[in-house]
């Protein structure tokens, strides 16, 4: 079986690196020498282990990206660029017929689901890429929907600590209101407790000093009305590796839809997970 090709987007975002270096030491894959980068990057390379990476920047994609197709055959695009350069991006990849893997939060989620529907392809569009965490967030669904109002009457904290170049509140956090809303909690995105201060992961959490450039932590409590009974559900991730695993296991499920010649559909890290 050839490896499959891969384009990695939001180069030299510490993501996108990250996910592009395990596509490198793997041999089901290939990664092509050009990412797509934002304005805001000066350059025309980026150098990963003995790798060069072409960097194209906004201006010259849809000049330069025929040129590349024509060149490497048919590929892959992963994203993980700006949650800004989310809609446009996808309308790009639409535009030029590229199947792409979105592990970029932010942006008009509906919006972007609807040009992929609209559109010959096939993606993967999902908050989180990490397969244990959807795994979780597929119990809590199962719960919502299996016992509608089980916490009425209980308040709810969710928190949630990331890097401080993130820029966006948690994708994963934001999914997770709907699923206590089903279960008799009133919560709505603006409640989460965002945390984005070095200082404060360090001395008041135990964020471990070489993970806070990168960490998502993660902590769910309810409180009965009377506050004699309390849960709590947490998910601490240091580090990017688990959402570039992920993200590997979505690039091959893709594939495989690629292959069987699916278009126009949208699909997620559970349907990742089912088709493991």
């Given at each position: 079986m050839h490896p499959i090709k891969i384009m990695a987007n939001g180069i030299p975002g510490n993501m996108a690196v990250t996910f592009a270096a395990h596509a490198?030491?793997?041999?089901?894959?290939?990664?092509?020498?050009?990412?797509?980068?934002g304005p805001e990057i000066t350059g025309a390379d980026y150098i990963l282990g003995s790798e060069s990476i072409r960097l194209i920047h906004p201006d010259e994609r849809d000049r330069v990206i025929p040129e590349i197709i024509t060149a490497e055959g048919a590929f892959i695009s992963v994203d993980f660029s700006h949650p800004a350069a989310v809609?446009?991006?996808?309308?790009?990849y639409c535009r030029h017929n590229l199947p792409f893997v979105m592990g970029t939060t932010g942006g008009q989620r509906q919006a972007l689901e609807d040009?992929?529907?609209?559109?010959?392809?096939?993606a993967v569009i999902a908050p989180n890429m990490a397969k244990q965490i959807v795994g979780f967030q597929t119990m809590m669904a199962y719960a919502a929907e299996m016992f509608p109002d089980?916490?009425?009457g209980y308040s709810l904290t969710?928190?949630?600590s990331h890097q401080k170049g993130k820029a966006d509140t948690s994708g994963t956090a934001k999914a997770m209101i709907g699923y206590f809303n089903a279960m008799g909690v009133p919560f709505s995105e603006h409640d989460i407790i965002k945390e984005r201060n070095p200082e404060v992961q360090?001395?008041?959490?135990?964020?471990?000093?070489?993970?806070?450039?990168g960490h998502a932590w993660h902590t769910y409590t309810l409180l009965s009305e009377?506050?004699?009974?309390s849960f709590s559900f947490s998910h601490n991730v240091n580090g990017r590796d688990v959402y570039a695993?992920?993200?590997?296991d979505a690039v091959v499920y893709l594939d495989a839809k690629i292959r069987q010649g699916v278009q126009g559909t949208v699909f997620d890290m559970i349907d990742v997970l089912k088709g493991l």
């Open positions: 490198i030491n793997d041999g089901r894959f290939a990664l092509i020498p050009y990412a797509l980068t809609n446009h991006n996808a309308a790009f040009a992929v529907r609209l559109s010959s392809i096939p089980l916490f009425k969710i928190a949630e360090r001395s008041k959490l135990g964020v471990p000093e070489e993970h806070l450039s009377d506050q004699t009974v695993l992920g993200t590997l």
